[in-house]
């Protein structure tokens, strides 16, 4: 749960910045890009899983 815990504590942040930055209450919008910056966090994720899978995974007793 704790990976869980510390994406909640970062996506508060993200979200408003993004739409401050790219939805602003005046002027141009574009929505696309916070949809491609979501996109791109979403495919990193398993990259990133994986290569911190030695560091995050539990070795049960007995197995090698």
Known sequence: ????????FFVGAVSGFLLVRYCPA???R??????LIVGG?????PIGLLLARRYI?????GRD
Do not use: C
Request: net charge negative; proline share 7%.
């Open 1 to 8: 749960m704790l990976p869980y815990f510390v994406a909640k």
């Open 26 to 28: 005046e002027g141009p």
């Open 30 to 35: 574009n929505s696309q890009m916070i949809w």
């Open 41 to 45: 966090m979403a495919l990193l994720t």
């Open 57 to 61: 995974q539990v070795h049960e007793s």
